[in-house]
């Protein structure tokens, strides 16, 4: 079965960085898109980078564009998202998901981890 494992979320000051990461098993990686969705208490769950295995430009919202890189490792099958000059508000719940689209919208994503924490202060 599908299985999607994140690591990496912790405690920064604003201004620093974290590098989340997303390790994927039980389908084969280059058949899904991955992607980087946040949710902060008592707030929907947002989009924030995405990426296809194959070849797709790797999209971001327009909250961390510039701060935020997506990336991929399609040998050991893991995600990454890099986060630069994090700020306050990008404090939430981090999670990765798989699924069929190039796309930041829940609704296009089948498979989802546990989710890790990053909290900025």
């Known amino acids: 079965h599908v299985q999607l494992v994140e690591s990496g979320g912790g405690s920064v000051q604003a201004g620093g960085s974290l590098r989340l990461s997303c390790a994927a098993s039980?389908?084969?990686?280059?058949?899904?898109?991955m992607a980087w969705f946040r949710q902060a208490p008592g707030k929907e769950r947002e989009g924030v980078a995405t990426?296809?295995?194959?070849?797709?430009?790797?999209s971001y919202s327009d909250s961390v564009k510039g701060r935020f890189t997506i990336s991929q490792d399609t040998t050991k099958n893991i995600a990454y998202l890099e986060m630069n000059s994090l700020k306050p508000e990008d404090t939430a719940m981090y999670y990765c998901?798989?699924?069929?689209?190039?796309?930041?919208?829940?609704?296009?994503?089948?498979?989802w981890g546990q989710g890790t924490q990053v909290t900025v202060s």
């Open positions: 998901a798989a699924g069929g689209s190039w796309s930041l919208s829940v609704a296009a994503f089948a498979y």
């Open positions: 039980g389908y084969a990686y280059s058949a899904y898109c």
């Open positions: 990426i296809c295995a194959r070849g797709a430009i790797p």
